[in-house]
């Protein structure tokens, strides 16, 4: 089901008690992600002051609950896409409608190396996420790819440094074994238990066998991220691109003077307009 459908079905629906509640009355966006320490938590609003009436706990919660960034069990690394929910928002006394739009950054030291966050456009007006939905998806999407940019090129530092010091473990760890598997055996020793030099200056036998797990397990890792730099050079092309079209696109729009004529003309007022909040959050963030 679409956003769009979800949204009409939701509103629909909505009973006379809920259609007397007391509309949000200024309009706010809401950054949030969900931590894996604290859980969902609101992390900024924008103006700052933005909600003050309004559980964004809660809120970021609800709206953080489903996985949508989840990876395929035993299936081969992803970048998930951003997805975008429409939904209806209230408690005891109000009620406020709010734009979704959920996006992934990657991190060397997340579970999964997924950071799942949400950018929310919170409004008591409904009519307004209708006829400007499309717009808001535009707009939102580009800061996406403006945050994802720049988080794929640490990604991908942070990788390349793994690589390096698991590396360096794993050639350690070789080498160990190597100087264990050198020296003599029970067998060589004429059913001698272990030789006296292997007992006090290297591995016993249950050492020896915890370090080649160790090994099996370093080496593994190091596959995993070459794995996972293979995935992320070809994902920085691709934002590469982007950033470059989207860069581009920004020169032209400051250029076009009827084109910010006509976007000036068609909001209403700096507190209700979506354009001007998501423009000024673009101006914050990129």
Same mark, same amino acid.
């Given at each position: 089901?679409?956003?769009?459908?979800?949204?009409?079905?939701?509103?629909?629906?909505?009973?006379?008690?809920?259609?007397?509640?007391?509309?949000?009355?200024?309009?706010?966006?809401?950054?949030?992600?969900?931590?894996?320490?604290?859980?969902?938590?609101?992390?900024?609003?924008?103006?700052?002051?933005?909600?003050?009436?309004?559980?964004?706990?809660?809120?970021?919660?609800?709206?953080?609950?489903?996985?949508?960034?989840?990876?395929?069990?035993?299936?081969?690394?992803?970048?998930?896409?951003?997805?975008?929910?429409?939904?209806?928002?209230?408690?005891?006394?109000?009620?406020?409608?709010?734009?979704?739009?959920?996006?992934?950054?990657?991190?060397?030291?997340?579970?999964?190396?997924?950071?799942?966050?949400?950018?929310?456009?919170?409004?008591?007006?409904?009519?307004?996420?209708?006829?400007?939905?499309?717009?808001?998806?535009?707009?939102?999407?580009?800061?996406?790819?403006?945050?994802?940019?720049?988080?794929?090129?640490?990604?991908?530092?942070?990788?390349?440094?793994?690589?390096?010091?698991?590396?360096?473990?794993?050639?350690?760890?070789? *080498?160990? !074994?190597?100087?264990?598997?050198?020296?003599? #055996?029970?067998? $060589?020793?004429?059913? @001698?238990?272990? +030789?006296?030099?292997?007992?006090?200056?290297?591995?016993?036998?249950?050492?020896?066998?915890?370090?080649?797990?160790?090994?099996?397990?370093?080496?593994?890792?190091?596959?995993?991220?070459?794995?996972?730099?293979?995935?992320?050079?070809?994902?920085?092309?691709?934002?590469?691109?982007?950033?470059?079209? *989207?860069? !581009?696109?920004?020169?032209?729009?400051?250029? #076009?003077?009827? $084109?910010?004529?006509? @976007?000036?003309? +068609?909001?209403?007022?700096?507190?209700?307009?979506?354009?001007?909040?998501?423009?000024?959050?673009?101006?914050?963030?990129?």
């Amino acid at each position: 089901m679409s956003a769009m459908a979800r949204f009409f079905r939701q509103t629909s629906n909505q009973s006379q008690e809920q259609r007397h509640l007391k509309p949000l009355e200024n309009d706010f966006v809401l950054i949030a992600e969900f931590s894996e320490q604290e859980g969902p938590k609101p992390l900024k609003t924008i103006p700052d002051d933005g909600g003050s009436d309004f559980d964004k706990n809660m809120f970021s919660v609800r709206i953080m609950a489903v996985d949508y960034q989840a990876q395929p069990k035993g299936g081969a690394f992803r970048f998930s896409p951003d997805t975008q929910v429409v939904q209806t928002e209230e408690d005891d006394h109000i009620q406020a409608h709010a734009y979704v739009h959920h996006f992934t950054l990657y991190d060397v030291n997340a579970r999964g190396y997924v950071r799942p966050f949400s950018m929310t456009y919170v409004t008591g007006d409904q009519s307004k996420l209708m006829m400007n939905f499309g717009e808001m998806m535009k707009q939102f999407q580009r800061v996406s790819e403006s945050f994802r940019f720049s988080n794929m090129r640490v990604f991908h530092r942070d990788l390349l440094a793994r690589r390096t010091a698991l590396r360096q473990n794993r050639d350690k760890l070789q *080498r160990l !074994l190597a100087a264990e598997e050198e020296k003599p #055996s029970e067998d $060589e020793n004429d059913g @001698a238990n272990v +030789s006296k030099s292997s007992w006090d200056n290297g591995f016993g036998r249950s050492e020896l066998s915890e370090a080649r797990m160790a090994f099996d397990q370093v080496d593994g890792l190091v596959s995993e991220v070459e794995q996972l730099l293979e995935c992320v050079a070809a994902e920085l092309e691709k934002e590469k691109v982007k950033e470059g079209l *989207r860069r !581009l696109d920004s020169k032209m729009a400051e250029t #076009s003077t009827s $084109e910010q004529t006509l @976007a000036v003309n +068609s909001m209403d007022a700096a507190s209700s307009s979506p354009f001007l909040v998501t423009s000024f959050f673009c101006t914050l963030f990129l």
